[in-house]
């Protein structure tokens, strides 16, 4: 199957919120590495690198609706493959448990392999994150 395929059905899995779905789409040793001390990680008092499928498809299925309560709306704007790799650009919009608005563009870099994304490589712009959860208040975990 064609990388990208993969990578737009790991996407479809994530939105289904079904854990079981999320994990099939995840090598078992799979690994999920965003910038250490982003808002979402400090927010959900969670790992900013997560490791294995298990815990990848916990974050998508269950943490992530826990802070990201209502109004999700993701537009892509590219997906891109070389090789292993699948390139994907997006815009997530959001409100959040604290009733803040969320609006943040995001670049994930796929790494397939043997038809299971391997690992995610997360990039943001982690200041306009942090401003737009926690505004002038100190970071801490939001949601118990």
């Known amino acids: 199957m064609d990388n990208v395929l993969i990578v737009k059905a790991a996407w479809e899995a994530f939105a289904s919120r079904d854990a079981d779905r999320i994990a ?3 090598a078992p040793d799979a690994e ?3 910038p250490p ?3 979402t990680a400090v927010a959900l008092d969670f790992p900013h690198h997560m490791r294995g499928a298990t815990e990848i498809a916990r974050f998508i299925a269950h943490e ?3 802070l990201f309560v209502a109004d999700v709306a993701i537009d892509f704007r590219t ?5 292993d790799l ?3 650009e997006e815009r997530m919009r959001a409100t959040l ?3 803040r608005s969320y609006d943040l563009a995001y ?5 397939v392999t043997e038809g299971r994304i391997a690992q995610v490589r997360e990039s943001m712009d982690t200041r306009s994150g942090w401003a737009q959860m926690f505004g002038d208040e100190p970071g801490r975990k939001l949601v118990a």
């Open 24 to 26: 099939a789409c995840f």
């Open 32 to 34: 999920w590495i965003a």
């Open 37 to 39: 001390g982003n808002a």
């Open 64 to 66: 992530f609706r826990r």
């Open 79 to 83: 997906m891109a493959a070389a090789g």
């Open 86 to 88: 699948v390139l994907v």
């Open 97 to 99: 448990v604290n009733g």
């Open 107 to 111: 670049c994930f870099v796929f790494v």
